[in-house]
């Protein structure tokens, strides 16, 4: 063992310092490329120092996905939110007016679907108003209206009401399963976008598993398009990997996350009880990675993983990758981010 691994407890999780600055660079780049803008989706780490490192690559604001995140990446230091999400919740909303009303420069966005909604936005609205983009769903998906038309009714309801103001639209296309799907989507939101009648509007989608396909779609949209990825920062070696749209065009992403375990156990041939659990490692989308050819992980329990494979002896120790990085940064307050020969060369922090 070398680097930081020689001297710390296991189980432990680091971040490749050099993957994760590749994959806000790459999603960077992408979005400048395709005429798109980039608010990271912040819930995937709530951590000051990635946060940073996405705005000072470009980022147009951070995502997050309630009032509660809201406030933690404000104490990072972003000042442009966009809470992906209907609010509701009153003590959130008085802490964002009361927030709009100190900071001039301040931007807030969130969304809308129902007259309801936007009625609890207005009575908890500071003197100049929440911005509010009216949500377009899809039949079997999450919250959003369901058609153009309910889009429509919306946003004219919304120009009727004082103390909110209509941004524009957004929508979630990755719940989705096909290209042919996403594209049908997308053009319903281009359609909402353009009868809205708004000036500059913005149009906002997911991006984490079809942002090839918005970035071919969307390009002649008369809206500023804004990319919602979170996961890439990160990328895994399970669900993203097979799953991102850098498996049909050129480049790729890298998988930043490392967790090493002791083997603690080999009770019987080719069984082996890992020292590493639900608490230590995702496995909500898929288990962790074994990354020693010829083992298997079968199942996770609370603070132990079963490894199949031969050869293992306790106090072995095994690396694996993960797969899908939002319920991983969320089990660590503090992840060492470390070089090629896992030297620390810093920390990355969560605050979940």
């Known amino acids: 063992m070398q680097g930081i691994l020689a001297e710390s407890e296991l189980p432990l999780m680091v971040v490749h ?32 120092e990635i946060s940073a490192m996405q705005l000072d690559a470009g980022a147009w604001g951070l995502t997050v996905a309630n009032t509660r995140q809201a406030r933690i990446v404000r104490g990072f230091g972003a000042s442009r939110i966009m809470v992906a999400n209907q609010v509701v919740d009153p003590v959130g909303l008085d802490w964002l007016a009361a927030e709009l009303e100190r900071d001039p420069g301040f931007d807030f966005l ?23 983009l ?29 103390g909110v103001s209509l941004a524009g639209v957004a929508g979630y296309e990755g719940a989705l399963t096909s290209a042919g799907e996403v594209r049908k989507y997308l053009g319903l939101l ?30 002649a949209a008369q809206a500023t398009v804004v990319l919602r990825s979170g996961a890439y920062v990160s990328h895994d070696d399970g669900y993203y990997r097979e799953r991102t749209p850098f498996n049909r065009i050129d480049g790729e992403l ?23 659990g639900k608490r230590d490692a995702p496995y909500d989308e898929g288990l962790p990675v074994p990354r020693r050819e010829g ?4 199942k996770m329990q609370d603070q132990h ?3 199949h494979g031969d050869g293992l002896r ?38 979940f």
Not at 26 to 43: D, I, N, S, V
Not at 194 to 212: A, C, H, M
Not at 260 to 265: N, T
């Open 134 to 162: 009216v949500e377009l769903g899809h039949a079997g998906g999450r919250a959003g209206c369901r058609s153009v038309d309910e889009i429509v009714d919306l946003a004219g309801y919304i120009q009727t009401v004082e």
């Open 17 to 48: 310092r050099a993957a994760l600055e590749h994959n806000v660079a790459t999603m960077a780049a992408f979005a400048r490329g395709h005429g798109l803008e980039l608010a990271p989706h912040a819930k995937t780490h709530l951590s000051p």
């Open 295 to 298: 083992l298997t992980v079968a």
């Open 190 to 219: 281009q359609d909402a976008a353009e009868y809205l009648r708004v000036k500059n509007p913005i149009l906002t989608v997911g991006g984490s598993q079809w942002f090839d396909v918005i970035g071919r779609e969307l390009v």
């Open 305 to 307: 993983t079963v490894v």
């Open 254 to 276: 890298l998988p930043a996350f490392e967790i090493f375990a002791h083997v603690l156990s080999t009770p019987e041939p080719g069984l082996a009880i890992v020292g590493m």
């Open 314 to 351: 306790p106090g072995d120790v095994l690396s694996f990758g993960i797969s899908h990085p939002c319920t991983a940064f969320d089990k660590w307050r503090a992840l060492p981010l470390v070089d090629p020969d896992y030297r620390q060369v810093g920390t990355i922090t969560t605050h």
């Open 110 to 132: 969130c969304f809308a679907d129902s007259r309801e909604g936007v009625d609890i936005l207005r009575a908890h609205a500071p003197a100049r108003g929440f911005r509010v």
